[in-house]
């Protein structure tokens, strides 16, 4: 007997589809879970395939892996980190800024890879996750091609060097 998916899996899954159908991933998988988590896989920036995990577990959405061969001691990781901590300050506007008490945003990395996550509060999930591809859109749309990123986006991500938005 298969176990109904959680509700929490539905209102992203209809979240993610709905960015979907407007274009803003070419393709996505619908989630597959295992154990308590659930992953949806996309392909998105760049052409890449990106995972989004739910893990109500520990509260968390995640985009593992979304910026591959960063250092952690690298100037572009701590620009990085700043670029993304404006958006729970009171600098940007409320429409784009991280409410504290539906989610908190974290930054790591491991093995040169950086992961973005939200820990969900008070069962926001659907906002935390649109939280998530918001920001991941921006280091995608406004970090990386407003920064000396050039050379990372063609070595690490596969931009077309001949492209004629790059």
Known sequence: ???????????IS?????????????????GERSGNKTTFKMIWHHGRSFRLVVDPATDVVSFPALLPGVPARSAMLKELRAFLRQFESTDVPEHRRIDPAKGRLRIAVRAGEVSLAMAVRKDEWEYCTRKLVHLAQEVFMIFLPDGPYYDYRVE??????EAVWA
């Open 1 to 11: 007997m298969r176990r109904k998916a959680p509700a929490h899996d539905q209102v």
């Open 14 to 30: 209809d979240l993610l589809i709905g960015y979907a159908e407007h274009g803003v991933f070419r393709s996505l998988s619908h």
């Open 156 to 161: 690490q991500l596969g931009l077309d060097p």
